[in-house]
């Protein structure tokens, strides 16, 4: 069974206040995933587009949004699967916390 929203942006929120490489655009980028995750009744993975995520989170560089979504690849907190094709949406797992 999938964890809910709420318990898992407090896990998230929990964990990342630990985590030094964790800022403000992480969390941001984090939430908005998880929103999107939530909309998509919680099925992983799900698609997501870098222009929509971009204009939710107020990220204006391809750069810091690539350098965001890889830091919460790489620290665990998801799992992204790039799609090199613009034609193609990436995918995006919101990891299990419990």
């Known amino acids: 069974m999938a964890m809910s929203f709420e318990t898992c942006l407090t896990a998230f929120l929990m964990i990342s206040q630990k985590d030094a490489r964790v800022g403000s655009t992480h969390v941001c980028l984090f939430i908005v995933l998880l929103y999107q995750w939530n909309q998509n009744q919680k099925v992983n993975p799900f698609q ?3 222009t929509e995520v971009m204009r939710f989170t ?21 799992r ?19």
């Open 80 to 98: 992204y699967i790039p799609s090199c094709n613009p034609d193609v949406a990436s995918m995006v797992c919101i990891n299990d916390f419990s």
């Open 48 to 50: 997501i587009r870098r």
């Open 58 to 78: 107020k990220i204006r560089s391809r750069d810091t949004f690539t350098r965001s979504i890889k830091l919460l690849h790489e620290a665990g907190y998801i």
